[in-house]
């Protein structure tokens, strides 16, 4: 069963670090771009980072940041955890969302993925930005 399992969302204050985890199983993470998205109250969602899959001989992929996250986030690949993660660092208000990893089709707007598009999404992990 392909599945994809977010955490790590919390309260912060601004300023502040949160590390998102994305830990995905039935399927080879290596082989997937992976994605997170991002939905504020009230706003449609919108991608901020996305990682490509390796070209089918190494796990190296590149990598996608929204204009408002870069030099902020850093997403990264683990493949011996199956796990993405997205650290967050100088949080802003403006970050509070809920977060969501996923495989849609609309990733290849910026990531490559070998092996397609799985249209997965996770059940999101809610990161609050306030003082």
């Known amino acids: 069963q392909v599945q994809l399992v977010e955490s790590g969302g919390a309260l912060v204050p601004p300023g502040g670090s949160l590390r998102l985890s994305c830990a995905v199983s039935?399927?080879?993470?290596?082989?997937?771009?992976i994605g997170w998205y991002r939905q504020a109250p009230g706003k449609e969602r919108e991608g901020v980072s996305c990682?490509?899959?390796?070209?089918?001989?190494?796990?190296?992929?590149?990598?996608y940041y929204a204009e408002s996250v870069k030099g902020r986030f850093t997403i990264l690949r683990n493949s011996a955890k199956n796990t993405v993660y997205l650290t967050m660092n100088n949080l802003k208000p403006e970050d509070t969302a809920v977060y969501y990893c996923?495989?849609?089709?609309?990733?290849?707007?910026?990531?490559?993925?070998?092996?397609?598009?799985?249209?997965?999404w996770g059940q999101g992990t809610l990161v609050n930005v306030s003082s």
């Open positions: 039935g399927f080879n993470l290596d082989a997937y771009a």
């Open positions: 996923a495989t849609p089709s609309d990733l290849s707007t910026w990531c490559h993925s070998y092996g397609g598009y799985l249209e997965v």
């Open positions: 990682i490509s899959s390796g070209d089918g001989s190494t796990s190296y992929g590149s990598t």
